[in-house]
């Protein structure tokens, strides 16, 4: 396992998806974090999501 | 309220003059506004003022935020800058003196003295092969797919046979996608066969359709104007008369819908488009090092829905040009 | 229905707003269509399709804004115009300069150099999110349940292949660099390690320890199905192998219920190879597997705590029954139950932490006998209806039934107050057993939640001729935003006896309820 890799004693840059509480608390220890405007892919649409299952892979 | 005679009367509470400066000024815009020119305000909003010029047409003030296009003059403006709290209002007048685009006499200033003239690219270089296109362009379906879904002709992508259930009936739509797909249909294929009748008749049943003040049919029309001029211009695969299918349409755009769409549907029925979404063309259509995706998210954040529904007739279109290069058709 | 139509002339707002407007009104309770569009000619058609064409809207020219409205009364077209005047006039702006990305990607390129990702998107939609994070080198705590064990063991694998944590799914807590990630408490930085399959035993152990003037290096949460056989343990292995190349680390413990045998034997094999003290618990299981491993067991949470202590001080491990004197608990349990009425005999725990709850069951059986659950420790003791107690009851009021569309019950506690009225109402309650979790995650001021609830249920049953009795155990530090020592403070003016660790509050809610006649039992208990 590379060293640079190893999060322990590094400082914490965090990316969010999801809930917004996460990146407050986090904020709040002083940490670096930035939130992804997560929607749900097709906006929850069945046909879309087949589609878009396909064109993923 | 349809008061003619521009407004020209000085502010009470004014307390001193917006002075700003055009960083570019789009090759329409610059035709439009010569020296000496008058006009009247149109529209404003938060960051963009209309202006309409007698016999000439419609141009836009822009904050540079919003990026560079024909009818655009991108001006500096601090982030903070609301044009609706300036006290510039529809019917003002405006007036090109000199070097200085005169906003509502005494209210704001725009200096044209260090704006660079900027002309949409038509022609690119490094074109890639078809199958590129095609790899290029389901990428491009892909993030319509995954991030369009607020717009109304959204459903419009569910035409992808090859990847839904053939025989499901398409009942679900909302009302903009149910009144708009029949016609995109008959437009796509009046355009591979050349028939200006059904090109007229099913884009007469297009522009004006749909929410915006650019309604969402006319965006449609805008990315598959574009695309397939683009894709002519660039690339074309020699069966389809493009120029001809853009006359046709260009023929039913005028008194059919807003007047800021309806110059952005004419401008693209000539192959001028805004910068993003010329950049966007050339992810797709070269090896030119334009992160597609980046490119992609640019258009898909432009004005509410608008981004997206270029985006679905950029697809409609690119994929129409790939059929006609290929005998059968991979997407549809 | 009742519909309305208005005509804005020469109206012009950019589509950014038109869209605002249209989401707002659709969102009116009672609307059930509304269309937002310039009056052009095919939209005029449109209004017809939808019935919502008027006489004004003939008249209208491309350059008027239609605003049309079908709701089930007045009153929501009343609300919708409302909301329609306000966004028509605001000056709100919009994303203004401040780049929000919508994609991982878009988020990478503002922030290079990110480590970590935390996801808490829906289930159906975590593993892709988790695992386009892992392919960019990045690691991930995932506290999203609801995604497949295969999936699950996709996601260990390729972060194992990459020298990356995959913290979860279903995790909620972790401490990395002295950062608390999602639920968890404020401890100082130290020389233990924790692995933790369990999320409020990752808390109890931590506090604890920081309670004993240690501290904790790195606490991997790893997710509740870790240790079952389909997935193997993967990060609990890989967990165990971090901490014991870590530097900082001097002592390990691993927290988890009983996995599989396999599983057990794998994961202990590691922790033997790390060289370094390991205290494990695998909660309600039995500590022979352990042991064999010459790897130190403990039967609770507060045990285990006090035993990795232990060790760092070179000191035998020892297991605490009460910290407080035998007389003096004895005493207490007497002065509590004094009063009960000749009904009153059961336990009624209400738990928000699910690994505290099991800790209580696992404490209270062999005390007790018979313990009812909606995650019981045997089939036969599952509640027929989680919101209905029967005899001695424990109840996760963190499990899916409970928190279906609403916040968790350490945030949102108006469950969890309900429930102890109705369990004081029940002349057969004598012990209302409480956990109360501070930190990051919780309720700013759970004290204040639960003192209101408390006094109402005491006041009911004492019209009743009957006492209450309140046990409760505080999960948290002094480094808490809560103020741990206000919060216990108004807890024991409330009367309510706070204890120092959950499996003392256990013990002492037993005492209480058999009215002392378990004591001798209870002090020579073996485990």
């Not at chain 2, 800021?260 to 090896?287: D, K, M, R, W, Y």
């Not at chain 3, 404020?186 to 004993?212: F, N, P």
């Not at chain 3, 396999?262 to 033997?272: C, F, G, I, T, Y």
């Not at chain 3, 910290?323 to 336990?347: P, Y």
Request: aromatic content about 4%.
């Amino acid at each position: 396992m590379t060293d640079d890799k190893n999060i322990f004693n590094k400082e914490l840059k965090v990316i969010n998806i999801g809930i917004d509480t996460f990146p407050k608390d986090l904020k709040a220890q002083g940490v670096d974090v930035i939130s992804v405007d997560w929607r749900p892919p097709a906006g929850g649409d069945l046909d879309m999501l087949k589609l878009l299952e396909k064109l993923e892979g | 309220m349809n008061d003619p005679t521009p407004k020209n009367h000085p502010r009470e509470n004014m307390t001193f003059r917006d002075n700003f400066s055009a960083v570019s000024i789009g090759s329409v815009a610059a035709l439009r506004m010569t020296k000496g020119v008058e006009g009247q305000v149109h529209s404003v909003f938060r960051r963009v003022i209309n202006l309409e010029i007698p016999n000439e047409g419609l141009i836009s003030l822009v904050g540079s935020e919003i990026g560079r296009g024909p009818l655009y003059i991108s001006v500096e403006i601090p982030p903070h800058i609301d044009f609706t709290t300036i006290s510039v209002e529809r019917g003002d007048r405006v007036i090109r003196d000199e070097n200085l685009v005169k906003v509502s006499a005494n209210i704001l200033d725009i200096s044209l003295e260090n704006a660079v003239l900027w002309e949409p690219m038509k022609q690119f270089s490094d074109i890639v092969a078809y199958s590129d296109i095609e790899s290029n362009l389901t990428i491009l379906l892909r993030l319509a797919t995954r991030f369009g879904n607020h717009s109304d002709l959204y459903q419009l992508l569910k035409c992808y046979k090859s990847f839904v259930d053939d025989d499901k009936e398409l009942t679900e739509l909302n009302p903009v996608s149910r009144m708009a797909l029949p016609q995109v249909m008959k437009l796509l294929d009046a355009i591979k066969l050349g028939n200006t009748e059904n090109i007229v008749q099913s884009v007469m049943k297009l522009v004006g359709l749909g929410p915006g003040l650019t309604p969402a049919a006319d965006d449609f029309l805008v990315g598959l104007m574009l695309s397939i001029f683009y894709m002519a211009e660039n690339s074309n695969p020699g069966k389809i008369r493009v120029q001809d299918a853009l006359n046709d349409i260009q023929s039913c755009i005028h008194g059919r819908t807003t007047r800021i769409s309806e110059e952005f549907l004419l401008q693209a029925a000539i192959g001028n488009g805004n910068e993003i979404i010329q950049t966007l063309l050339e992810a797709l259509l070269t090896s030119n090092k334009i992160d597609l995706e980046q490119s992609a998210h640019k258009v898909m954040s432009f004005g509410g829905t608008s981004g997206i529904d270029m985006i679905i007739g950029i697809i409609f279109g690119v994929n129409m040009m790939l059929s006609d290069a290929y005998t059968k058709s991979h997407l549809f | 229905m009742t519909k309305r139509v208005i005509v804005k002339t020469d109206t012009y707002r950019d589509s950014v707003i038109l869209m605002r407007i249209s989401n707002s009104i659709t969102e009116v309770e009672g609307v059930q269509q509304a269309a937002i569009v310039m009056a052009t000619a095919l939209n005029k058609d449109l209004l017809e399709n939808l019935d919502l064409l008027i006489e004004d809207v003939v008249e209208a020219t491309p350059s008027d804004l239609v605003i049309a409205i079908e709701a089930k009364d007045e009153a929501s077209i009343e609300v919708a115009l409302l909301e329609v005047d306000r966004l028509l006039t605001t000056r709100e702006t919009s994303e203004e300069g401040e780049v929000i990305p919508k994609t991982l990607s878009s988020a990478i390129r503002e922030l290079p150099n990110a480590n970590l990702v935390m996801i808490s998107v829906p289930g159906e939609y975590a593993s892709r999110e988790a695992t386009k994070a892992l392919r960019r080198g990045l690691n991930v705590f995932l506290f999203s349940s609801n995604v497949s064990i295969e999936d699950e063991v996709k996601l260990k694998q390729l972060a194992v292949e990459n020298g990356l944590l995959m913290m979860g799914p279903d995790c909620g807590t972790a401490i990395i660099n002295n950062v608390v990630l999602g639920f968890g408490n404020s401890v100082r930085k130290g020389t233990i390690g924790i692995v933790s399959a369990a999320g409020t035993g990752l808390q109890q152990v931590s506090t604890i320890i920081h309670d004993e003037d240690f501290g904790i290096s790195q606490a991997i949460g790893i997710g509740g199905n870790d240790l079952s056989k389909d997935v193997g343990g993967l990060m609990m292995i890989e967990g165990i192998k971090r901490l014991a190349e870590d530097s900082a680390t001097e002592a390990i413990v691993l927290i988890s219920k009983p996995p599989d045998k396999e599983v057990s034997n794998r994961v202990l094999e590691a922790a033997k190879r790390s060289n370094k003290p390991v205290v494990v618990i695998f909660l309600g299981g039995t500590s022979e597997e352990i042991e064999r491993h010459s790897v130190v067991s403990a039967a609770t949470l507060e045990d285990t705590s006090k035993a990795v202590c232990a060790l760092m001080k070179g000191k035998q491990p020892t297991r605490t029954i009460f910290t407080a004197e035998r007389n003096e608990v004895v005493a207490l349990a007497d002065s509590e139950s004094k009063e009960f009425t000749s009904d009153q005999q059961f336990i009624r725990g209400l738990y928000t932490g699910g690994t505290l709850c099991s800790e209580a069951l696992v404490i209270l059986s062999p005390l007790l006998g018979t313990i009812y659950s909606n995650s019981p420790l045997k089939q036969e003791y599952n509640l027929e209806n989680s919101s209905m107690s029967k005899d001695h009851t424990c109840v996760d009021m963190g499990s899916e039934e409970f928190t279906v569309g609403r916040p968790h019950p350490m945030i949102d506690y108006t469950l969890r107050k309900q429930r102890i009225i109705r369990e004081g109402e029940d002349p057969k309650t004598a012990v209302i057993l409480l956990d109360v979790v501070i930190g990051y995650g919780s309720h700013d001021n759970p004290a204040g939640e639960l003192i209101p609830p408390i006094k109402e249920a005491r006041d009911a049953a004492k019209k009743e001729g009957r006492r209450l009795s309140f046990v409760a155990n505080i999960v948290g530090t002094d480094l808490d935003h809560q103020n741990l020592r206000k919060q216990q403070k108004q807890l024991e003016e409330a009367g309510v006896i706070v204890m120092p660790s959950n499996a003392q509050a256990v013990r002492l809610a037993a005492l209480i309820a058999t009215k002392g006649t378990i004591a001798d039992l209870l002090f020579e208990e073996d485990t």
